[in-house]
């Protein structure tokens, strides 16, 4: 053998190591590019999902809520007013969205459009390609990783976006870019091989682990009904979700319908948080309750409030006992003496008349102030608010 050609010896064991480790690391690589692919579908179909879906939702909370508050109305039960109660909490009150978009810059006021689902087939790829290349653990330099790391952040974020333009910049960007690769003869390789090995190892063991948390989490589940077509199943689910309300429409019609002459059930509606001259909530719903105008209240009546908290804190009566509906059984010996009249008091008049209803059937004298706090506003009467600030009915 001549010098000009000298033989090249390799160990077996680390050859078969760095193919190993070679082989592990890809592994790895792409399994977490998989978990992430996973992560921003699921992210992404929840943002979708809640957009979409959730008014539905909430429209089918509110009539669940009327429902309840109506039986309730009629029966005077104990157990229905606190079904009636429970329903209502379960109503998510929504802000002011004209107030709130009104305090936002220009670019934050306009409500992001719903994004994709998944990220097109060549973000995916773009995104597989830069995670191969540029993630933090390839390097073993800790300069090199925070480098990594910041970049990959970019890469994410661009990723959930599902934005094919910016990954195609980060692409551009990196493959300019210096990287520090580690001394490829280092003295010790073969021990940092095992030992990367066993890292790789237990990285990819984390990484199926959240791969499992993910599938198995509320929306994973969900995804997993139409993987191919998510925004199929977000169709589909919103047909059932207008077909669920329909349902609950036609119920609470039948349950607000005209009562039949010689009928002995009492009718009142309950407060759904709209204007109090709603056409459903008409004055001869209540005239089997012990009822008066704002107007005729005397100013040194015994008073209760039965909003909730919220609603007690923008504007109340000075003077009035604040007991929400759902606690009012509970804290019935909070009440004036039974002997004195009571006024009772919600936002329109509905969750009133279920206590009105309650407390008479109790044998206690209650009258229910028809039309609620903004009748009582309306009349010119003086409210105050818990923080001090003018006093409004929420």
């Avoid at 039986?71 to 969205?97: F, H, K, M, N, T």
């Avoid at 044998?363 to 009467?381: H, I, L, P, S």
Wanted: net charge negative; with cysteine; glycine share 6%.
């Amino acid at each position: 053998m001549s010098a000009e050609s000298p033989v090249q010896w390799t160990d077996p064991e680390r050859q078969q190591l760095e193919e190993l480790v070679a082989a592990t690391e890809l592994a790895w690589l792409t399994l977490e590019v998989d978990v992430e692919t996973l992560r921003v579908e699921i992210d992404n179909f929840a943002l979708v999902h809640h957009q979409l879906l959730g008014p539905l939702y909430a429209r089918l909370d509110e009539l669940d809520a009327l429902i309840a508050e109506t039986v309730a109305v009629r029966s005077g039960s104990p157990e229905d007013i606190r079904r009636a109660a429970e329903a209502r909490g379960r109503v998510e009150a929504l802000p002011d969205l004209e107030a709130l978009l009104a305090d936002l810059p220009p670019e934050v006021a306009e409500p992001e459009p719903p994004r994709r689902v998944r990220p097109g087939k060549d973000a995916q790829r773009i995104y597989r390609d830069l995670a191969r290349r540029a993630h933090p653990d390839l390097s073993t330099d800790q300069a090199e990783q925070q480098r990594r790391s910041a970049f990959i952040a970019r890469v994410n974020e661009a990723y959930a976006h599902g934005d094919t333009g910016a990954l195609e910049q980060l692409a551009e960007e990196w493959s300019t870019a210096p990287e520090t690769a580690p001394e490829p003869d280092a003295p010790d390789r073969l021990e940092w091989l095992r030992q990367r090995l066993e890292w790789l190892k237990a990285k990819i063991g984390q990484v199926a682990a959240e791969q499992v948390r993910l599938e198995r989490s509320a929306m994973g589940e969900l995804l997993r009904l139409a993987p191919q077509d998510p925004e199929g199943l977000l169709t589909e689910l919103a047909e059932q979700l207008l077909a669920k309300a329909a349902e609950r429409q036609a119920e609470l019609d039948r349950l607000l319908a005209p009562v039949p002459d010689g009928a002995s059930r009492g009718r009142a509606v309950p407060d759904n948080g709209g204007d109090h001259r709603d056409p459903q909530e008409n004055p001869t719903m209540f005239t089997q309750l012990p009822s008066t105008d704002a107007a005729s209240v005397p100013a040194d009546a015994a008073l209760l409030d039965v909003r909730e908290q919220d609603e007690w804190d923008a504007g109340h009566v000075d003077g009035a006992l604040h007991i929400p509906i759902g606690e009012v059984i509970a804290r019935i010996d909070e009440l004036p003496e039974p002997d004195r009249r009571l006024y009772v008091l919600c936002r329109v008049g509905g969750r009133s008349a279920q206590v009105v209803q309650y407390l008479v059937a109790q044998g206690r004298e209650a009258v229910n102030v028809d039309g609620g706090m903004f009748a009582w506003e309306a009349a010119g009467r003086p409210m105050v608010s818990a923080n001090g600030r003018d006093p409004f009915v929420l």
